[in-house]
């Protein structure tokens, strides 16, 4: 019998991974390619896969065509080989349906008469050259980019205050939401994009895109990450009138597509491009894509009010399952991806992998293992240090367009520096996760009575952060086979999004994947008294967090 394969793309940060799965085995991968940006396509010379000018950041549009492009004639060749890494055969024409996810909030300007193109795409030509002059802007801005501070103040204060902006869209104006990058957009280059532009998409409604061969609208899950939706109404497909019209003017409706879709729509079958270039079915289906977030949570089987997740790729994420919506000033509820009836909840830390990377550097050779065994060197609690690197402004706490370090002794005197390395290592894991653990607080997650959390992203290859974790929360840890749940929740969606279509109706994605497919392997369990060291060190570490801030901001 001819097995039905899904397959899941994660368009990421700092690469592009894909994920195959069968319906005949949901537990296993079949196969599995990532690639680096910086690496595999040095050409575009960015590093991290962004540009960074001070509190701009931006990334190529034309490098993650051609990433796409690389990624699947890879997989072709694997194909070819008979190689894949489950050793299972697999060919992209037994795909039934794709679907994919997205880094969250970056967004793709396209020109006027780009919409001829992507309906007319020539399976003889790259992509990133027959579409290299289909955008007003060769470089959209990107989650890490913290440029709009202005932009967010005016919004909050024409829609009466954060708290209203955080009840209408499920955030407080954040500099990285999409409405106020085309906010900012549209007051500085109103004449050489705004203007120009037809179609705005997200990075995934972008990559939705290509696989059509025309413009995808944007998913209610990853449309929560724009401040321009309307969070309640009609389960979120909706713009908030208010926001788009401050943003962008009437006219911005147009460019965003008439309404928002819920993420498990079936949007269409694939562009002649794939099924030309790289043998997919003309039958295979495009699901929706949605954010990487959205996309984790599928992946990692978050089913229920309560389960936890922390995903730790460049940025780290705290994100949970949520039957209602309880928007505040920190933190973001979004629409479910799994679940169009409710919510989940997020916070997102942008001094994540790299801060990590960068203690790695400075002190442990850029080896994982040396910063494991300096973190393992180390008491918990750190003998009562405390520390904070923001190595870039921070989203959570929010420091605006600043950055900085700051080093607290046992009794929150400020340092210069610690004695010795080890203290720095395990000073940068420990305050991520205290840093989580009183935000989670903050924002209504029931930190007290979690028993699990799931770990995924690329530093949860690490156990000795995992132990971390398992100890400042008093949980569990858990991690999957694959660490990568962005491409691998991607996957799941298409299957589930394949059978509501198939149904025509929604299906429950527990009915489609049940819990049993996740094989979550036990990673860490907390050990003997140590959570309570973090119970009394969490007062300290919160007051030295604020003075921080306080000074950040002042
Ligand atoms: P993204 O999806 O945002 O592109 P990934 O989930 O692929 O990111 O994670 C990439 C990050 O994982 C790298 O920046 C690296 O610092 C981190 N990483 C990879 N392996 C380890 C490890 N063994 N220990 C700690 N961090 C790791
Ligand atoms: C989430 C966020 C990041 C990006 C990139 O709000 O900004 O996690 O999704 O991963």
């Known amino acids: 019998m001819t097995s039905h394969l899904f397959l899941g793309i994660d368009s990421s940060t700092q690469g592009m991974k894909a994920s195959i799965i069968s319906s005949k085995s949901l537990g296993t991968v079949i196969h599995y390619r990532a690639i680096n940006f910086d690496r595999d396509l040095p050409h575009y010379k960015t590093k991290d896969g962004m540009f960074t000018n001070g509190a701009q950041v931006q990334s190529p549009t034309l490098m993650w065509l051609e990433a796409l492009d690389l990624l699947l004639s890879q997989m072709m060749e694997d194909q070819i080989q008979g190689t894949s890494t489950s050793g299972q055969p697999f060919r992209f024409s037994d795909i039934v349906a794709i679907s994919g996810s997205g880094q969250q909030h970056g967004s793709v300007y396209w020109k006027k008469g780009a919409s001829m193109n ?15 002059y289909s955008f007003a802007k060769m470089n959209s801005p990107i989650w890490a980019d913290s440029s709009t501070g202005d932009q967010c103040a005016s919004l909050e204060e024409k829609m009466g205050g954060p708290m209203n902006v955080a009840v209408a869209t499920g955030s407080r104006a954040y500099e990285r939401f999409t409405g106020l990058q085309i906010a900012k957009i549209k007051q500085l280059e109103e004449k050489t994009v705004y203007d120009q532009c037809e179609r705005i998409s997200l990075v995934s409604s972008f990559m939705c895109s290509i696989f059509l061969g025309k413009y995808a609208p944007i998913d209610t899950s990853d449309g929560s990450g724009t ?43 694939i562009s002649n491009y794939f099924v030309y270039r790289y043998g997919f079915s003309p039958s295979c289906n495009v699901i929706s894509w949605s954010g ?14 309560g389960d936890v997740a922390v995903s730790m790729g460049t940025s780290d994420c705290m994100f949970t399952f949520m039957e209602n919506a309880t928007p505040g000033s920190d933190g973001h509820v979004l629409r479910n991806p799994v679940d169009p009836l409710s919510f989940m909840g997020l916070l997102c830390f942008k001094n994540g992998s790299l ?25 918990p609690g750190n003998n009562g240090h405390i520390a904070l690197y923001y190595d870039s402004p921070e989203i959570t706490p929010s420091t605006g367009n600043k950055c900085g370090t700051q080093r607290f002794s046992a009794d929150g005197q400020l340092v210069d520096s610690f004695s010795d390395p080890c203290i720095d290592v395990r000073a940068v894991v420990e305050g991520k996760f205290m840093a989580m653990r009183h935000f989670g607080e903050s924002i209504g997650m029931d930190i007290q009575s979690c028993t699990k959390i799931i770990a995924t992203g690329g530093a949860s290859n690490n156990n000795a952060i995992l132990q971390v974790m398992s100890d400042v929360f008093g949980c569990n840890v858990y991690t999957l086979d694959q660490s990568d749940s962005a491409s ?23 009915h489609v994947i049940p819990p049993g497919v ?30 921080f801030v306080k000074s950040l901001l002042s």
């Open 118 to 132: 992507l309906n007319s795409l020539d399976s003889n030509v790259p992509l990133a050259i027959q579409l290299g």
């Open 227 to 269: 401040n321009l939706n309307n969070i309640m109404a009609n389960n979120g497909i909706d713009w908030h009138n208010d926001a788009v019209e401050h943003c962008g003017g009437v006219e911005l409706y147009e460019k965003l597509g008439s309404k928002m879709v819920p993420s498990h729509s079936c949007l269409g079958q």
């Open 292 to 305: 990487d977030n959205p996309c984790s949570l599928a992946g990692v089987g978050l089913q229920q009010p």
């Open 355 to 379: 801060v990590r990377e960068n203690i790695s550097n400075q002190y442990c050779n850029g080896n994982w293992e040396t910063f494991a065994t300096m973190l393992n060197s180390t008491p």
């Open 488 to 510: 691998l929740g991607a996957a799941f969606r298409a299957l589930h999004g394949h059978v509501c279509h198939k149904s025509k109706s929604f299906v429950k994605y527990k």
């Open 518 to 547: 996740f094989g979550y392997n036990l990673a860490c369990i907390p050990q003997e008294g140590v959570t309570k060291i973090y119970d009394g060190l969490m007062e300290m570490f919160v007051t030295c967090q604020s003075k």
